[in-house]
């Protein structure tokens, strides 16, 4: 599929922070806003994996800390200090396996530091700088399990719950201000992790041995017939982000397919 950009998103010489950019979806969002001529702090949880993404990427500035403690949070915040930022990207995020019967209340404080305080921490650093600016964002990166969880994963799910409340609750804290604050859900995207473990599963099944033979299969409840790439989770934070999204306010924004129903 070909995308043409004669949309100007008016990023160009803003500077974003995209957590947990140094891979997966978040090195793509990174990767367009530098597309968009934006300055990207490129975050990593080491400083080498800060650094290679950079290098992969051919441009960007690289930051590091784990966010998930308070002095990586820390540590990350530091590096931010002095680069004029207007723009923060919540995407770090992670899911780990568990049962409720499995999952004791270590793995749920655990997750809930990663992909809720993670967020927190760097909100609460921040918010006073883009308080003082006339324009800001801040963008955090949920799933549709917020709404609708699965049964697998409880302490998962219940955190990024938790994400979409903190950012109903920030949207009300700034009201009156130039920060606009959303939240992005995307449903299942299709990854290089994603993509070899269906392929696994469509082999085992007689689905096929090719990505086009095993994606109507798994796609069969989303009514487009496919499901989400990163590309089209990053062009909505890049629009999120952009001034022409400025009547955009504490939203909680899909990117499933229509997977949870379509709205009419």
């Not at 209340?105 to 655990?110: I, K, L, N, Q, R």
């Not at 299709?190 to 096929?208: D, F, I, M």
């Amino acid at each position: 599929m070909v995308y043409t950009r004669p949309m100007d998103l008016a990023l160009k010489d803003r500077t974003v922070l995209v957590t947990g950019s140094h891979r997966g979806t978040g090195f793509v969002i990174a990767q367009r806003f530098l597309e968009e001529g934006a300055r990207v702090l490129v975050h990593g949880f080491t400083p080498e994996q800060a650094q290679q993404a950079v290098a992969q990427l051919g441009a960007g500035i690289a930051v590091h800390g784990d966010i998930s403690t308070d002095a990586g949070a820390d540590m990350l915040l530091q590096q931010v200090e002095g680069h004029d930022l207007s723009i923060l990207v919540n995407n770090y995020g992670t899911a780990e396996g568990g049962t409720w019967e499995t999952a004791d209340s270590s793995d749920w404080v655990d997750i809930y530091e990663k992909n809720v305080l993670s967020a927190q921490r760097l909100i609460r650093g921040l918010l006073p700088g883009l308080r003082a600016t006339p324009w800001a964002r801040i963008i955090n990166l949920g799933t549709v399990g917020s709404t609708r969880p699965n049964a697998r994963m409880p302490h998962y799910y219940a955190a990024k719950g938790a994400l979409a409340n903190l950012t109903i609750g920030l949207a009300t804290e700034v009201a009156g201000t130039g920060i606009r604050v959303n939240l992005v859900s995307p449903g299942l995207i299709l990854t290089p992790e994603v993509e070899t473990a269906y392929l696994a599963q469509g082999q085992r099944k007689g689905w096929g041995n090719t990505w086009a033979e095993v994606e109507p299969h798994i796609a069969a409840d989303i009514p487009i017939g496919r499901i989400a790439r990163r590309e089209e989770v990053a062009d909505v934070v890049l629009f999120l982000a952009s001034p022409r999204a400025d009547a955009i306010h504490g939203q909680n924004i899909r990117v499933d397919g229509g997977a949870l129903g379509i709205v009419s």
